[in-house]
């Protein structure tokens, strides 16, 4: 069965347009709560005589000091690190009081304090780096349909695809301001990761049904819009497949890869889905779009 896609492309438009504006809402109001790796904070690094606990343990332990956010990382047999929120000297010996539970179980390694100028830098990493991916999009897709240059030129299917990466990017960035506001979840360094990673799986997605488009505009013809419907259907089987055993693995972290990885799976969650629809519903009806507004300016 054919399935006529771009006929029902202004649903999917005002579908995501919606998303993306409740999106852009959410950070006007709430904008994003940034971790410690942008803000600044405490780093305390242990090392247990024994046994080391779980990361919940270690957590439960430390349910009655306000610390916020706190982000544990095992190291080596027997240590750990913890990252929070900036502390006073007195919540740090609250904290080796209660991990230490009235005995001597713990070595202190290290303590220190991550100041704004840190996270000012990888702020400005960040923005350099996202920037310096997205050109390189263009670039690559431009060079990789060089050889189509009707009804589009190469590089329109390297904006179509940038244009895509926005909505799968501003989409989990807004469930994320959201859930800030109302649990306090923060941006950390490993939910970037995964953000950037949901560029290179939505790119990758996008690509397969432009390459399909691309073989099929040179080998078979015919109206714009049928080719890219067919190059649709006849991708449509990989894309589900790819999405569901992608989302199976990440789901799986999510619910039992600990607390440290949780955020990180729900970024690649959101992004695998907001993706996987975009390289369906949206690049591709882009593309017609901005093929028949150039038909019309031509007419004139």
């Known amino acids: 069965m054919n399935i006529p896609f771009t006929k029902y492309r202004k649903i ?21 709560k940034l971790g410690i790796d942008f803000t ?23 349910t009655d000091i306000e610390l916020g956010t706190v982000f544990i990382q095992p190291t080596d047999e027997k240590g750990v ?19 230490n539970g ?41 060079l990789a349909f060089r050889r189509i240059q009707r009804p589009l030129r190469s590089w329109q299917y390297g904006i179509a695809s940038v244009l895509a990466l926005f909505h799968d990017i501003l989409i989990p960035l807004g469930v994320f301001s959201v859930l800030g506001k109302i649990y306090n979840i923060e941006i950390s360094i ?45 991708t449509l089987a990989r894309q589900i497949n790819t999405a569901l055993t992608t989302l199976f693995v990440v789901l ?16 690649l969650i959101l992004g ?7 390289s369906i519903f949206l690049a591709s009806p882009i593309l017609l779009v901005w093929f028949k507004w150039r038909q019309k300016r031509h007419k004139y």
């Open 102 to 142: 009235g005995k001597k179980i713990i070595e202190e390694k290290r303590f220190e304090s991550i100041g704004p100028t840190i996270g000012r830098e990888l702020k400005q990493k960040t923005k350099i780096v996202i920037i310096l991916v997205l050109l390189s999009i263009v670039l690559y897709i431009a």
């Open 40 to 62: 600044g904070g405490s780093i305390l690094e242990i090392e247990y005589n024994e046994n080391r606990p779980s990361n919940q343990e270690i957590l439960e332990q430390l």
């Open 252 to 267: 799986a972290i999510f619910l039992f890869g600990g607390e440290t990885l949780k955020y990180f799976a729900l970024a």
């Open 81 to 99: 690190i913890l990252r929070m929120k900036d502390i006073k000297e007195e919540t740090h010996q609250q904290i080796l009081e209660k991990l």
């Open 272 to 278: 695998i889905i907001a993706g996987t629809y975009s």
């Open 190 to 234: 490993p939910v970037i990761t995964a953000l950037l990673a949901v560029v290179g799986y939505s790119v990758n997605n996008t690509v397969v049904v432009f390459d399909r488009i691309r073989e099929n505009l040179l080998k078979r013809g015919g109206l714009f819009g049928e080719i890219i419907d067919r190059s649709l259907n006849q």
């Open 12 to 32: 999917y438009f005002i579908f995501s347009g919606v998303l993306i504006l409740a999106s852009i809402i959410s950070f006007i109001i709430f904008g994003l």
